[in-house]
């Protein structure tokens, strides 16, 4: 399989590519800042994200993302990854029908967001409903982080 290597993709071309991986985004490091700061906006302080020396005594043996930071992260993994479509003035999320969180993402790792185009539908006039199965790797582990089903509508 080999990933879509076009900036702009006109939405005529995406049933054709189906059941194929469309984009690959930049491996991108996550930081310890970054978890401390989704920790205060989401009010979720679980000392395994942002208390470096108790975590370093359990399981994981430091401090490790959430896993809905890393969730939160597909829309910037995708803009990254996947060709825009052209005509398209808004692209927003629907939804997600699975997720699930395999591989902790530990503080300094590199991830990034693997696509793969699973469905396409055209709904009223000018929306295209998209379904795409989206798996965050881990630099250098052999599991992933992640692996989701993610709906987005374009709007043209």
Same mark, same amino acid.
Request: proline content about 5%; aromatic content about 6%.
């Given at each position: 399989?080999?990933?879509?290597?076009?900036?702009?993709?006109?939405?005529?071309?995406?049933?054709?590519?189906?059941? +194929?991986? *469309?984009? &690959?985004? !930049?491996? =991108?490091?996550?930081?310890?800042?970054?978890?401390?700061?989704? $920790?205060?906006?989401?009010?979720?302080? +679980?000392? *395994?994200? &942002?208390? !470096?020396? =108790?975590?370093?005594?359990?399981?994981?043996?430091?401090?490790? $993302?959430?896993?809905?930071?890393?969730?939160?992260?597909?829309?910037?993994?995708?803009?990254?990854?996947?060709?825009?479509?052209?005509?398209?003035?808004?692209?927003?999320?629907?939804?997600?029908?699975?997720?699930?969180?395999?591989?902790?993402?530990?503080?300094?790792?590199?991830?990034?967001?693997?696509?793969?185009?699973?469905?396409?539908?055209?709904?009223?006039?000018?929306?295209?409903?998209?379904?795409?199965?989206?798996?965050?790797?881990?630099?250098?582990?052999?599991?992933?982080?992640?692996?989701?089903?993610?709906?987005?509508?374009?709007?043209?």
């Amino acid at each position: 399989m080999s990933v879509i290597q076009v900036q702009v993709l006109h939405p005529d071309r995406l049933p054709a590519l189906i059941g +194929q991986e *469309i984009g &690959v985004s !930049p491996w =991108r490091s996550i930081s310890q800042e970054q978890i401390d700061r989704f $920790a205060e906006a989401t009010d979720d302080h +679980q000392f *395994i994200h &942002v208390d !470096p020396e =108790r975590a370093r005594n359990t399981i994981f043996g430091g401090t490790i $993302a959430h896993g809905f930071l890393t969730l939160s992260l597909l829309p910037s993994l995708a803009e990254d990854a996947l060709p825009d479509l052209e005509g398209k003035t808004i692209g927003v999320n629907y939804g997600l029908d699975k997720v699930r969180f395999i591989s902790p993402v530990h503080n300094g790792a590199r991830i990034r967001g693997r696509f793969v185009l699973d469905e396409v539908s055209r709904r009223a006039g000018n929306e295209i409903r998209l379904r795409h199965t989206v798996t965050v790797d881990i630099e250098d582990n052999d599991k992933p982080a992640l692996v989701a089903q993610w709906i987005t509508l374009s709007i043209f």
